[in-house]
Structures are given as C-alpha cells and as structure tokens.
C-alpha cells in the first residue's frame, strides 16, 4: 500500500525540484506534476512526487489524528473548535 504525506515546500531549487519538510525531515520532491506550486505551500508528497496543494489547516488535522492513533490526548475537537 502507497500513501502520500504532506509536506511543507521551504525552497524551490528549479522550476521541477522542490525541498519539502514534515516534522523535520526534509526531502527532494519533484514539482513536474503541480508547476504551479510555491514555497509555503503544502503539497502531498507521493513516490517523490507533489500530487496536489493541500489547506495547512487540513494538515494540522492530519496531524492531530496520527498523534491521537499513537496514543497521544485528543486534539482534533480543539482544532477544529467542536
């Protein structure tokens, strides 16, 4: 099974390569499928390549859920002011 993450791009070396970092791991991405892409965007992240541009508020969330799966408090509700 494949899965894309979402990533933050922190700096655009051509128009087709991308760094990308999520919590801390940074990575090179290519941007031939989403040119439109800009430093401080976040993009999902999928084979190295970024698939689409993503709301940071809709990663945050992401975020919370994974935390919550290992174990840690709930935060989704906080988040999203439930």
């Known amino acids: 099974m ?4 979402p990533a933050k791009i922190t700096e655009i070396k051509n ?3 991308a760094t990308v970092e999520h919590s801390g791991i940074k ?3 290519s941007l031939m499928l989403l040119p439109e ?3 401080g965007d976040y993009v999902l992240v999928h084979a190295g390549f970024a698939m689409q541009i993503v709301d940071e508020e809709e990663v945050k969330i992401r975020d919370a859920l994974i935390a919550e ?3 840690a408090e709930r935060t ?6 439930i």
């Open 27 to 29: 990575r090179e991405t």
């Open 15 to 17: 128009s087709f390569l």
């Open 37 to 39: 892409a800009k430093v």
């Open 76 to 81: 989704v509700h906080e988040i999203n002011k």
């Open 69 to 71: 799966m290992n174990g």
């Open 2 to 5: 494949c899965l894309a993450f």
